[in-house]
């Protein structure tokens, strides 16, 4: 298994700022992911995140309103860049072992007001 | 393109009871992996269960076990004698490419 801590656990954040999201896992590991999760919804996947290279993002979602870093195995960054009222979701890390097991963060609820 | 499909958005069932979540998939392809998530209200997703497609046998773990039917492309999640720290969000996932796509979820309470 892989345990993962996720911080802030929450923020509150005025329009047009950015909040940066850190995800830190107690383990090596290839392939960390980004998730949104809206109000009552299911899990959106917002990127892959990848060491040494750049991110991969899914559709809809483009890096320069969410940037990510992962500068090594254990650790990456998502940023949520001027932010809007529509970016208050529940953003959550995920890694992926080689038993191809999905473990999560605790989720980071963020209100933009 | 997977998808996956959770047609109940809600169930309810008294404490002790059985109850099975539902829960169809579409893919093209043939090795691939299937999960059950849960996610109470402290929002940390919980990995409950989890379904290898070329494997026959149904996966259990304790309470928790599914009905695998791979040619229906149907992932059901059966929970017996629940309990009250079973309520929460359930999600079903196909795993596809090393990536998670998600049902829509269903609202399990389960009423003392």
């Known amino acids: 298994s892989a345990v993962i801590s996720q911080k802030p656990s929450r923020d509150i954040c005025q329009r047009g700022t950015s909040l940066t999201i850190q995800c830190q896992v107690d383990s090596q590991v290839t392939m960390m992911f980004w998730y949104r999760q809206q109000p009552g919804q299911s899990l959106t996947l917002i990127a892959t995140?990848?060491?040494?290279?750049?991110?991969?993002?899914e559709s809809g979602f483009v890096i320069d309103k969410f940037p990510i870093s992962r500068p090594n195995l254990t650790f990456s960054t998502l940023t949520v860049s001027n932010m809007s009222p529509e970016d208050s979701s529940i953003y959550l890390c995920?890694?992926?072992?080689?038993?191809?097991?999905?473990?999560f963060g605790q989720g980071t609820r963020l209100t933009v007001v | 393109a997977q998808t996956v499909t959770q047609s109940q958005p809600e169930m309810s069932v008294q404490e002790a009871e059985t109850v099975t979540l539902s829960c169809t998939y579409d893919t093209s392809e043939n090795n691939y992996y299937l999960f059950w998530y849960k996610q109470p209200p402290s929002r940390q997703m919980i990995l409950v269960i989890r379904?290898?497609?070329?494997?026959?046998q149904n996966a259990t773990e304790n309470r928790f076990s599914v009905n695998f039917q791979k040619a229906a492309k149907s992932f059901s999640l059966k929970i017996s004698d629940s309990q009250l720290g079973d309520t929460a969000m359930y999600f079903c996932a196909f795993e596809g490419a090393q990536k998670l796509v998600f049902g829509q979820g269903t609202r399990l309470t389960i009423n003392p």
């Open positions: 379904q290898e497609a070329y494997k026959q």
């Open positions: 995920s890694v992926m072992t080689a038993r191809t097991e999905a473990f």
């Open positions: 995140a990848n060491q040494g290279s750049e991110a991969t993002y």
